[in-house]
């Protein structure tokens, strides 16, 4: 697969009639569905706040904790990820969900921590998750209540709070969906996005509608990513139904705005581990946030293993930014991408209940017919050289193999 040109990136408006015949030209002899490019290369040119060049890595407190957060929880947490070395491989934001806040405003408007779970308040946290070399994010809600109610949200008071949190030090920020007052979303978001731009601090816009007004079609250029589904569970019948409805979307993920599936329940007990590492090389692949969901303070060997494959993260982090995609339907799924330097990842993945055999064909995968290769497996990190057409293996129920192949 060609990598864009680098000078893409940046490029005027005015440019944008003659990159997507380039880009056209430059493509159409390969699988890359042409619309993929022609989206891509428009969103580029809308939001440019810098931030999401890759897709986010970090932390989130909601898939573990729900409600029963405090500001020791969040430290403990920041702790860990630096312990265990999972902040070295790029898992950097550390993100509140819901109920950081007190249940009302003070008396100017603004928002406050809740004065008994986070009695030191948002910047002391912040400044506490920076001196671990950390980001800090939070949540809010672009309606007039969170969706537990335990907090305010954030419609029209979009500038306030949006200063409040740049004020305090604040990397990233969750926008939530509840309580919508019968508004529709996009003007909802587009005021929030407005007014993160203009509070004086690069602030990560995480858009979190559900994919009930179809996001990938206009938040490129609102916000870094968008949920296009309903919240995950930690169960295999969720992660799979949800990995299938954000595949629909993959042509308008890109550098700078990406499809947001949900964060990861790796770790949080409800699936096997090949499950869970299924869920993870999906997610990787599909170019999803990885927003770990379990409490890292106490992590299993296995979800140690699964969450700090960088092989694994290398490809979900790879800078072409290409969102993977299902190539092969049926039980036996094959998923694969572009990635740069002509390479391909693929995934394997076996939906069925028994083992089975699985091939991908280059034919499907993006690679030409005669085109030799390096097959890199990423969980046993064997290498098998001069695989030629197709790769054929053996996978466990519910399991996957995921490689990496490069073109002799
Ligand atoms: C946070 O919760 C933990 C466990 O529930 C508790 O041990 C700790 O004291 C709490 N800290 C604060 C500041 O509420
Ligand atoms: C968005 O902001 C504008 C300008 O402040 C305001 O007039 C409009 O009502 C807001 N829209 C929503 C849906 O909040
Ligand atoms: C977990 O891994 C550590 C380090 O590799 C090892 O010492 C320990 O025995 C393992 N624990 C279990 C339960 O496998
Ligand atoms: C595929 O390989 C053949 C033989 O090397 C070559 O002639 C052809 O141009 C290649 N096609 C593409 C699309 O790269
Ligand atoms: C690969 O596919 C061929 C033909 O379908 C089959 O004979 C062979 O057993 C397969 N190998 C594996 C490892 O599944």
């Known amino acids: 697969m060609k990598r864009l040109p680098a000078h893409i990136a940046?490029?005027?408006?005015?440019?944008?009639?003659?990159?997507?015949?380039?880009?056209?030209?430059?493509?159409?002899?390969?699988?890359?569905?042409?619309?993929?490019?022609?989206?891509?290369?428009?969103?580029?040119?809308?939001?440019?706040?810098g931030l999401g060049r890759t897709p986010q890595m970090g932390w989130n407190s909601w898939n573990h904790f729900g409600c029963n957060i405090n500001e020791t929880i969040i430290q403990q947490t920041a702790d860990a990820m630096v312990d265990t070395g999972l902040a070295k491989l790029g898992y950097d934001y550390i993100n509140i969900d819901d109920c950081w806040a007190a249940y009302d405003r003070d008396s100017q408007g603004n928002?406050?921590?809740?004065?008994?779970?986070?009695?030191?308040?948002?910047?002391?946290?912040?400044?506490?998750?920076?001196?671990?070399?950390?980001?800090l994010g939070v949540y809010g809600d672009a309606g007039s209540r969170t969706c537990s109610n335990e907090m305010p949200g954030s419609l029209g008071y979009?500038?306030?709070?949006?200063?409040?949190?740049?004020?305090?030090?604040?990397?990233?920020?969750?926008?939530?969906?509840?309580?919508?007052?019968?508004?529709?979303?996009?003007?909802?978001?587009i005021n929030m996005s407005k007014a993160l731009q203009s509070c004086g601090r690069k602030i990560f816009f995480s858009l979190c509608e559900w994919g009930v007004d179809d996001p990938a079609k206009w938040a490129g250029s609102v916000g870094n990513s968008w949920r296009t589904t309903g919240d995950i569970q930690d169960n295999w019948e969720s992660m799979t139904a949800i990995a299938d409805s954000n595949d629909k979307w993959a042509s308008y993920a890109g550098p700078g705005g990406w499809n947001d599936p949900d964060m990861l329940e790796v770790g949080n007990g409800g699936m096997t581990t090949e499950e869970y590492r299924s869920h993870f090389s999906i997610w990787a692949l599909a170019k999803a946030p990885l927003l770990i969901g379990c409490d890292i303070r106490s992590l299993s060997n296995d979800t140690k293993v699964i969450l700090s494959n960088v092989n694994v993260i290398a490809v979900n982090q790879d800078e072409l930014g290409v969102q993977g995609h299902k190539a092969q339907q049926g039980d036996q799924e094959v998923w694969a991408g572009p990635l740069t330097g002509g390479r391909v990842a693929v995934v394997l993945w076996n939906r069925g209940s028994a083992e089975a055999s699985i091939t991908a064909y280059w034919s499907s995968i993006g690679l030409n017919e005669s085109t030799v290769v390096d097959?890199?497996?990423?969980?046993?990190?064997?290498?098998?050289?001069?695989?030629?057409?197709?790769?054929?293996?053996?996978?466990?129920?519910?399991?996957?193999?995921?490689?990496?192949?490069?073109?002799?």
């Open 10 to 49: 940046a490029m005027e408006e005015k440019a944008l009639l003659f990159a997507v015949f380039f880009l056209f030209l430059s493509t159409s002899a390969v699988a890359i569905r042409p619309e993929r490019s022609l989206v891509a290369v428009a969103r580029r040119a809308a939001l440019e706040n």
């Open 111 to 135: 928002l406050i921590a809740n004065p008994s779970t986070f009695p030191s308040g948002i910047k002391a946290l912040a400044d506490y998750v920076h001196g671990k070399g950390l980001k």
């Open 375 to 408: 097959a890199h497996n990423l969980w046993t990190d064997e290498i098998t050289s001069s695989v030629k057409g197709q790769l054929n293996e053996t996978v466990d129920t519910h399991a996957c193999k995921m490689y990496v192949l490069t073109p002799k």
């Open 158 to 189: 979009e500038e306030q709070d949006a200063k409040t949190f740049a004020s305090w030090g604040v990397d990233y920020l969750k926008y939530d969906n509840c309580n919508d007052e019968g508004l529709s979303p996009q003007p909802r978001y």
